[in-house]
């Protein structure tokens, strides 16, 4: 480790709170499978490592929805650890622990709870540390991945930073000769950016993707971009780049999380599919396919040691696989979104595959029931969930449905409902059915507890506790402008009726309500 414990990495602001499905086993597993490799094994306690866990709230919540695998979370941040520590005890996580250490202790360590993981990940670390960091990350997935295991690294890549690297230079600068903390810092950065937006800057007024940039920093959260910006070894990579350094470490690329890249007719417009299909190797392809769509941040998937499947093997995993509809409103949509523009499927087959994921999470077979009977092939059944999964309409869920202890899930949501009252930030909620997470908004996540303790209750009565449960904690309901009491709990009746007949319905199947 360097003499700075630090190394150049902002740590003086906590990092956001947030959640990425793309971590869960189940849709790492569905990536896996979905590209013809095998997933991890049946029949024996899975382990979990994510490298860089910030504070800890993913690795919690895939704790709490996957109670049958051990978890650990790995940062170097002891405010970071402190937190994630005292709110896994709060929950009763007793399958995860946490460790305030570097990358290159952790492969040093001789501690049995750094052994032999099935899942390795790590989401917005890679280009955003040193060259020793991430030489120590290769080694770590080298020395504690298992053969077989699954390894998910997202990272910011070329070309598509390529117009922005220069912004990300004046930000950082402008920052070093500031003085205070780095939020400090980076609010007069960005200052200085607004500024020379609005002088006419020819390298802003030029580029277009500069200019959204420019616009869409002065709206984002400045803890995220402290940690986006600020770092002293912030280092966009080529994918032939992350391929060669991960080939280090004995992996091999399956794909990407963000499902549709991993579909020519998806991933690129049509007109450049002769030159992805005559790149000269994986690798290369890859590379052609980013130029194609100016890719700026990948989602990539390694195994080590692939396992690839038969064709019939393929199509009994896919059967098996489980999937969950967790976007309301999915089944009426004709138009979905890839990266090569819009995919527009069938005529009623979203519509169908929606109407059977709203009985329930269903199995591959299932859909492909509902579908024939329906007149859609296999093939179409397929490539749909693809765009669904895609596009956060369908959640890839535990292949035994969750049908396991669910306790966990229920006391760290309650944590999570409970915490609401004082501040908008832990917005997911565990889905125990899927082993991974689902976004709930605040007043979803206060207005839950009272629906489940009450069903029956009024909405008004539903809303009147919302506001005394707010107004208990010292805080205030607000709506727009205006700042809400109990009389006007009318006011807040058409949200919870949209809860308790739209999304709770969908939360039941996820695990998330009973």
């Known amino acids: ?74 940062d170097f941040n002891p405010t970071h650890i402190a937190e994630a520590q005292t709110f896994a005890d709060k929950v009763g ?5 946490f460790l305030e250490t570097s990358f290159g202790d952790a492969v040093a360590s001789s501690d049995p709870v750094l052994d032999d993981f099935d899942f390795v990940t790590l989401h917005g670390v890679f280009t955003w540390v040193s060259a020793e960091a991430r030489r120590e990350i290769v080694d770590f997935l080298r020395t504690r991945l298992r053969p ?3 390894a998910y690294v997202s990272y910011n890549t070329f070309p598509g930073w390529a117009a922005i690297t220069p912004l990300q230079h004046m930000i950082r600068e402008v920052a070093a000769r500031s003085t205070g903390d780095s939020l400090a810092r980076l609010g007069r950065a960005r200052d200085m950016i607004a500024q020379l937006a609005r002088a006419g800057c020819a390298y802003i007024a030029q580029n277009p993707s500069v200019r959204s940039r420019v616009e869409h920093i002065s709206k984002q959260d400045v803890h995220y971009l402290a940690h986006e910006f ?12 992350a391929f060669e350094q991960f080939r280090e470490a004995k992996l091999t690329f399956i794909g990407s999380a963000s499902i549709a890249e991993n579909r020519l007719s998806f991933a690129v417009p049509k007109d450049m599919h002769a030159l992805v299909t005559s790149a000269t190797d994986l690798a290369m392809r890859e590379q052609v396919k980013d130029f194609a769509v100016n890719k700026q941040f990948r989602r990539d998937v390694y195994v080590k040691g692939p396992i690839a499947l038969t064709t019939a093997e ?11 509809l967790i976007s309301m409103g999915a089944g009426g949509k004709e138009s979905w979104k890839v990266p090569s523009g819009d995919a527009r499927p069938k005529a009623g087959l979203v519509a169908t595959l929606a109407a059977r994921l709203g009985e329930g999470s269903a199995t591959g077979a299932e859909l492909l029931e509902r579908a024939r009977a329906e007149g859609f092939s296999d093939k179409d059944v397929e490539v749909v969930l693809e765009l669904l999964v895609h596009n956060a309409a369908v959640l890839p869920c535990r292949p035994d449905g969750g049908k396991g202890d669910q306790s966990a899930a229920r006391r760290f949501n309650a944590a999570i409902c409970a915490m609401a009252s004082t501040a908008d930030t832990h917005r997911f909620l565990a889905a125990p059915v899927a082993g991974s997470a689902i976004a709930a908004g605040q007043f ?8 489940l303790a009450e069903p029956d ?43 308790r007949k739209g999304l709770l319905p969908l939360w039941r199947h996820l695990g998330i309500a009973v």
């Open 1 to 74: 480790m360097s003499a700075s414990w630090m190394d150049g990495y902002v740590s003086d602001v906590t990092y956001t709170l947030g959640f990425y499905r793309e971590l869960s086993p189940a849709f790492l597993t569905y990536v896996c499978e979905s590209n013809g490799v095998k997933g991890p094994p049946a029949g024996r306690r899975l382990r979990y490592c994510e490298l860089g866990c910030g504070r800890g709230y993913g690795t919690a919540l895939l704790a709490a929805a996957n109670p049958d695998m051990d978890f650990v979370g790995i």
């Open 93 to 97: 996580l007793a399958n995860l622990t």
């Open 148 to 150: 077989g295991g699954i």
């Open 230 to 241: 600020l770092n002293e070894h912030w280092s966009p990579i080529y994918v032939t780049q």
């Open 314 to 324: 393929q199509r009994q995993a896919f059967e098996r696989a489980r999937f969950a």
């Open 444 to 451: 979803d996540r206060l207005a839950l507890p009272a629906l």
């Open 457 to 499: 209750a009024q909405a008004t009565e539903v809303a009147a506790r919302v506001i005394r449960d707010i107004e208990a904690s010292g805080q205030k309901m607000r709506r727009g402008d205006r700042t809400l009491g109990a009389a006007d709990a009318a006011e807040l009746a058409e949200p919870v009726e949209k809860l």
